[in-house]
């Protein structure tokens, strides 16, 4: 049952930023793309104009936008395409986005080409306050301000650089039995899980055994601040993190929103 859980919580990751088309810009909200990717920085993927470098360099246009898009929909494979080795991804491959038409795929694929810089602008993602619903009894609806009355935990960090970061908030654990599991037997809570929604759409996955009856539960931060500054635009104010996955960052959301507490049906 775990495992299931765990492979339920590989979604897909795409591209997209500010200076898009519209409807390219709703597209890339839904994907979840700024959890991974960035214009010039590397994150959990590398930087998109490391990317459009990369494959422009490759031959023609048409050939680059090509196979950039056919690796949105399929994945980069296992070895990925060398950015962890080389430093500009904390993650080592790009799972399949089968949910992502090719002809989506391929419209972000053009935009990537054109990427060269930073994106500047995240204020459609700016999260205030985080829902709680699903399976539980009491259901929340908690601001910053509220969740700063909650005890505040801190995890420092490792940082790719050598330096350490201390980030500061609320454990998911401590949120969760505040809702309290809506419970009709004593198997329910081998059978729940807890999703978590991002405002550009990226969602991940727990079991509620691993959170609340695990150790796994005591890294799984809901991130008010950053060495005792708030979040700014690019992530927050509400992130979340788990700070005890074996690639720091497997389980990074940016922009929280929501927590759905759901029963897997035998």
């Given at each position: 049952m775990q495992a299931i859980m765990y492979a339920m919580a590989a979604f897909a990751m795409l591209s997209a930023g500010p200076g898009v088309a519209a409807d390219?810009?709703?597209?890339?909200?839904?994907?979840?793309?700024?959890?991974?990717?960035?214009?010039?920085?590397?994150?959990?993927?590398?930087?998109?104009?490391?990317?459009?470098?990369?494959y422009a360099g490759g031959g023609s246009a048409e050939a680059a936008e090509a196979l950039l898009a056919r690796r949105i929909v399929a994945g980069t494979g296992p070895d990925g395409l060398g950015w962890m080795r080389e430093g500009k991804a904390k993650l080592p491959f790009m799972p399949p986005n089968a949910r992502v038409p090719?002809?989506?795929?391929?419209?972000?694929?053009?935009?990537?080409?054109?990427?060269?810089?930073?994106?500047t602008d995240?204020?459609?993602?700016?999260?205030?306050?985080?829902?709680?619903s699903g399976a539980v009894k009491q259901p929340l609806d908690l601001d910053v301000n509220a969740l700063r009355k909650l005890e505040q935990r801190e995890i420092p960090v490792a940082l790719r650089d050598g330096g350490r970061q201390m980030l500061k908030g609320v454990l998911l654990r401590d949120v969760l039995k505040q809702a309290e599991l809506d419970v009709q037997s004593h198997h329910d809570g081998k059978k729940?899980?807890?999703?978590?929604?991002?405002?550009?759409?990226?969602?991940?996955?727990?079991?509620?055994?691993?959170?609340?009856?695990?150790?796994?539960?005591?890294?799984?931060?809901l991130i008010l601040e950053k060495d005792g500054q708030p979040l700014a635009d690019s992530e927050g104010r509400i992130a979340m993190v788990s700070a005890g996955d074996n690639h720091f960052g497997s389980?990074?959301?940016?922009?929280l929103k929501t927590v759905e507490v759901r029963k897997i049906i035998d």
């Open positions: 390219e810009f709703v597209l890339a909200q839904k994907s979840g793309c700024l959890s991974c990717h960035r214009g010039a920085e590397a994150q959990n993927g590398p930087a998109f104009k490391d990317v459009a470098g990369r090719p002809e989506d795929a391929r419209r972000l694929a053009k935009w990537i080409l054109d990427v060269r810089g930073e994106f995240f204020s459609h993602f700016v999260s205030e306050r985080v829902a709680v729940t899980i807890v999703v978590a929604t991002a405002s550009d759409g990226y969602r991940v996955v727990f079991s509620w055994l691993e959170l609340l009856a695990s150790s796994m539960g005591d890294g799984v931060l389980r990074y959301l940016k922009w």
